[in-house]
């Protein structure tokens, strides 16, 4: 079976760093999109940011302030997100999805991406 398993979450004081890790197996995701999206309590999922491949176009959450570094290790057949200067509202289940879609607006939808990870925890304290 396809999977896809995040990690790097914990807990970390606010303004500090931590940098997730999405893997994936059964299937090679090089010509998909790959994505973040996160989860706070009580609140929606919310599009964090996506890359189809190394070095290709990146699409941001809107709510995203420049923080945060995506990235693809194509040869690992993995997706990083880099989080720096940590804020207690990013406290939150970060999911990793991929998917392969065309249009820009596609990228940015969760009913696009067809296959998700558990998740992993980040929390930020003050």
């Known amino acids: 079976q396809v999977q896809l398993v995040e990690s790097g979450g914990g807990s970390v004081q606010a303004g500090g760093s931590l940098r997730l890790s999405c893997a994936a197996s059964g299937r090679t995701f090089s010509r998909d999109r790959m994505a973040w999206f996160r989860q706070a309590p009580g609140k929606e999922r919310e599009f964090v940011a996506t890359t189809r491949r190394a070095g290709g176009s990146v699409y941001w959450g809107d709510s995203m302030d420049g923080r945060f570094i995506i990235s693809r290790d194509d040869a690992k057949n993995a997706v990083e997100l880099q989080m720096h200067r940590l804020r207690p509202e990013d406290t939150a289940v970060y999911y990793c999805?991929?998917?392969?879609?065309?249009?820009?607006?596609?990228?940015?939808?969760?009913?696009?991406?067809?296959?998700w990870g558990q998740g992993t925890q980040v929390t930020v304290s003050s």
């Open positions: 999805a991929a998917g392969f879609m065309e249009s820009m607006t596609q990228a940015r939808d969760e009913r696009a991406y067809v296959y």
